[in-house]
């Protein structure tokens, strides 16, 4: 639309730098050869008679003023003068004598005082009567010239402003459907990669919402694979890491000596952190598989009490307390599984991180409509500058000492995604880290 009114401007601007140059509406005056030649019979046949000479050409020129310049303002019209010999028979209102030409017939730009004028000059083939017309050029010319040519140029001047709307309502018009196609994908989540429902009639945009929907499936079936092997091989190996513990503990049954027990304590630690990590990378795969499916109202103060039930003995091996604080009860659309994870994790870094017999709160409120869930221990805490990066997939901090695969808020992070909510990392009262989600209310 902007280069369509800039192309307009450019050629009005073409037509108007052309009506300056050519004097506006001079060049059709003095190219009114018949006229000048009508100018030239009258006063050869009225010689005899000054008077009616005078008044002829009087009329004759004021016809030819109105015709060409239908102005009342004298010095900025057409010019006559006309001459027998050396003898001056007729002259226009502010005419300058120096207009007169010497020259042969033809046009020519003459200066007087610094005005520009064009001006011609005609001779008699039948005596020695001649004449010079001449009209002024500058930009008054352009106004001159609309007034005169009205009837074509004034439509066109008034259509130059309305040019814009009619432009700027088509292209409106035929981006409807780019734009439809627009916010379909921005409405997509992560998960989503169903092909897209909007089928445009346009050949164009159908051909490239089929090239979108193409590369949907192509990423949809690797995600699928890659999904597929991550979950094949977790289950996989729970069952020789599962055989290799079994085995640990019955040699940790018999009579061994101090070095064979310290080697058995080795292999069940890393087996329990190699189960925990086949484990998390399960409950990553679901968390991702399961991002398209439905969700369920659910009481979430009825799953924290269910949840830190069956954390309890985990908490309990190094006298960890874990306390519940619900005010009310609070119902999310979820997903059963999703949440689950979400809370073990969230729980179960609390309980690894904070120090023997100290104290791990959950608690649960509404605020601003958002389902408010809190968990807060008493451990080292994430410098701020590393609260944004733990939740990127086997990140840890550097400075923490307890083992772990860097899953756990990847986790957790990516369940409250797909809810609709968020977690954020901040600092417990008394020191410790703050781990707070919200969740949209049913």
Partial sequence: M??????????????????????????SYLNSTKSFDAVIRVAENLASQPVLQQQSLLAIDEALREEFDASELHELGPMLLVWQGE?????????????????????????????????????????????????????????????????????????????????WWSIRIAM?????????????????????????????LAAMVDSV???????????????????????????????????????????????????????????????????????????????????????????????LAALSGLASRDGIELELAVAEPVCVMGQHESLVSLVDNLVENAIKYSPPHGVVRVSLSRVAGQALLTVEDQGPGIVPELRLRVFDRFFRDPQQTKSGSGLGLAIAASAAASHGGRIELGDAQGGGLLAQVQLPLT
């Fill in 2 to 27: 902007m280069v369509q009114v800039v192309l307009v401007l450019v050629m009005w601007g073409g037509v108007i730098t052309l009506i300056v140059h050519n004097g506006g509406d001079s060049s």
């Fill in 87 to 167: 003898r001056l028979v007729y002259r226009s209102k502010a005419a300058s004598l120096a207009l007169s030409g010497k020259g042969a017939d033809g046009v020519e730009t003459v200066y007087i005082q610094g005005e520009r004028y064009r001006a011609r000059t005609v001779r008699s083939r039948r005596s020695d009567m001649w004449l010079t017309a001449a009209a002024p050029v500058g930009w008054i010319n352009v106004f001159v010239t609309i007034n005169s040519r009205g009837y074509f140029l004034l439509p066109l001047l008034i259509s130059l402003p309305l040019l814009p709307l009619p432009a």
């Fill in 176 to 204: 409807r459907p780019w734009r439809r196609v627009a916010q379909e994908v921005a409405a997509r989540g992560p998960h989503d990669l169903t092909p897209l429902q909007f089928k445009p009639p346009h050949r164009e």
């Fill in 213 to 307: 929907n193409a590369l949907l499936l192509r990423v949809s079936q690797s995600a699928l694979r890659e999904r597929s092997f991550i979950a094949d091989a977790a289950h996989e190996l729970r069952t020789p890491l599962a055989a290799m513990r079994v085995n640990a503990e019955a040699l940790q049954g018999q009579d061994n000596g101090p070095v064979q027990r310290e080697l058995l304590n080795g292999i069940l630690s890393s087996g329990n952190r190699a189960g925990r990590l086949v484990g998390q990378l399960l409950q990553l795969m679901r968390s991702d598989a399961t991002g398209s499916e439905p969700h369920v109202r659910l009481g979430l103060d009825a799953l924290l009490q269910d949840r």
